[in-house]
């Protein structure tokens, strides 16, 4: 059975009050219609519809090349006049001989296995809708049943108080055989509380024409949960965010608060894993066994080896290149890795050290206020407090070779490309542009003098 799937992302979101199209808000750092289309994707559909008018381009532009191995139609709908009228915009994209689903762009979190079994439920000739028993239905369209049979979906606005005390509310996902949805779109009217094309007007039309409709329910409510504002994504942020935070510790990870946790992306935790509080965790970030997270992290593009630790306020972004910290290394607090920050096993990094583009071997050291950048340093190197790789000269970068067992003074600027042969020791203050020999001390700083007699100025009497 051929499976069309429309998203409808055309809608302003007036109540975010934000210039930027609702749609593109981020969950869990991505934008919502990404989660939509991410699990849309899953579901093996010939086209994926995405009907944008509110901030159209910007929408467009933000989803193109996310999902290369998707077909992504979009489809504009210029102006909005309701939800039939949107899914009408899409009908020329959907195969009549087949089903047609509709999300909504701004229900992020929709599983699916439930749609599914929705799917499943429509079996290509029933209209099935997802519903859900709601505490407080306001706003939201209401299933009418005849005992147990579906009549009409009557939305709030138009509900007598009557209606209104139903609390079987419609989530806005449905499947539908393709050919009768066609037939029902083109007979919409707008004869409604808010004069719009109600795609939910269908069903009425279903039950006239003698289409089974069948009703299916969500698994739960955090997964039908629609965004209008500020306060509702906030909401759905925490929630997703506790899921996450349940479903680690299920895995054994101990939080100091899961309430003070966030993933925007994937995070793969090993045993005995230790999180404190306030730390964030984005792009793939993998936490080998007996990994401790200190408290006020950021990682993102980062893995790290069994039993290491971060300090507290550690901040280690890989970006494209990745950072990787090597079993046993203590990193932190206060330290900053950047793309390409290569940590051997037992590498001690230290508070106000930055390290980019690096390969540090086994057991180094930088402990205090200093810069790695395009360095290949030995293990066991000790690089002192205040030293710097001036590895760029306003043009290009250049490399720095540090040989094992080297140890580098305070205050000394590595000026690339240079390199420091094994076991040489650098003295303090240095300022080291030629290869320093293997083995023996290097200083380069003017030799001091005391000057014997040296009187300090005195002010001058007016
Ligand atoms: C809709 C349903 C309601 C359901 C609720 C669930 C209708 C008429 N009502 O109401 O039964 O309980 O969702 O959240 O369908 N959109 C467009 N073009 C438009 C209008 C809307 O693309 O012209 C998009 C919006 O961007 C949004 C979605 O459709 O993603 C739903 O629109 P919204 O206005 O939020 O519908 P509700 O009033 O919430
Ligand atoms: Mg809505």
């Not at 506790?242 to 054994?252: T, V």
């Not at 507290?312 to 990745?322: I, S, V």
């Not at 050291?365 to 200093?370: D, G, Q, S, V």
Request: include cysteine; glycine fraction near 12%.
């Amino acid at each position: 059975m051929a499976l069309d799937i429309v998203i409808m992302a055309a809608g302003k979101g007036t109540r975010m009050k934000s210039s930027r199209p609702k749609v593109l808000h981020t969950l869990a750092g991505r934008p919502l219609l990404q989660h939509v289309l991410t699990t849309a994707a899953k579901l093996g559909a010939n086209k994926l519809v995405t009907i944008t008018g509110h901030g159209a381009d910007e929408v467009e532009q933000a989803m193109q090349g996310l999902f290369p191995q998707q077909r992504l139609v979009f489809v504009r709908q210029q102006p909005q006049l309701g939800t039939g009228h949107a899914v009408q915009q899409a009908a020329p994209q959907l195969a009549d001989d087949g089903t047609t689903l509709i999300l909504n762009g701004d229900v992020p979190l929709i599983d699916a296995g439930t749609v599914g079994e929705l799917i499943a439920a429509s079996g290509g000739e029933k209209l099935a809708l997802l519903t859900i028993e709601l505490e407080d239905p306001t706003g939201y369209g209401r299933i009418v049943r005849k005992g147990d049979a579906v009549l009409a979906i009557v939305e709030h606005k138009d509900a007598s108080p009557e209606l209104r005390q139903i609390r079987e509310g419609y989530t806005g996902v449905m499947a539908a055989p393709t050919a009768h949805l066609k037939r029902w779109l083109a007979a919409l009217r707008n004869d409604n509380a808010q004069g719009e094309y109600y795609l939910t007007d269908i069903v009425a039309m279903a039950v006239h024409d003698g289409v089974p409709v069948v009703a299916t329910r969500a698994h739960n409510e955090t997964e039908v949960l629609g965004i209008n504002s500020p306060s509702q994504l906030a909401d759905l942020e925490r929630r997703y965010q506790r899921a996450q935070a349940e479903a680690l510790m299920e895995q054994g990870v101990r939080f100091a608060d899961p309430a003070r946790f966030d993933v925007r992306g994937e995070l793969v935790c090993g045993t005995d894993v230790e999180i404190d509080v306030n730390c964030v965790f984005e792009g793939r970030v993998v936490l080998g066994d007996g990994v401790k997270i200190g408290a006020n992290c950021v990682l993102r593009n980062t893995g790290i080896a069994a039993g290491a630790t971060l300090l507290p306020f550690t901040h280690a972004d890989g970006e494209k290149l990745g950072v990787s910290i090597g079993a046993g290394a203590i990193v932190g607090p206060f330290s900053r890795l950047r793309p390409g920050a290569v940590l051997g096993e037992e590498v001690h990094i230290g508070n106000f050290v930055e390290v980019k583009n690096s390969t540090l071997g086994k057991g180094a050291k930088a402990n205090h206020l200093a810069y790695l950048g395009d360095a290949d340093v030995g293990e066991k190197v000790n690089y002192g407090a205040g030293s710097i790789t001036a590895n760029y000269d306003g043009a290009n970068k250049h490399r720095t070779v540090i040989g094992a067992n080297v140890h580098v003074g305070s205050n000394c600027v590595l000026v690339a490309p240079v390199a420091v042969g094994e076991g040489a020791t650098i003295g303090a203050g240095s300022t080291v542009s030629k290869n320093a020999p293997a083995g023996e001390l290097t200083v380069a700083r003017a030799k001091q003098v005391s000057i014997s007699g040296w009187v300090r100025p005195t002010k001058k009497k007016a």
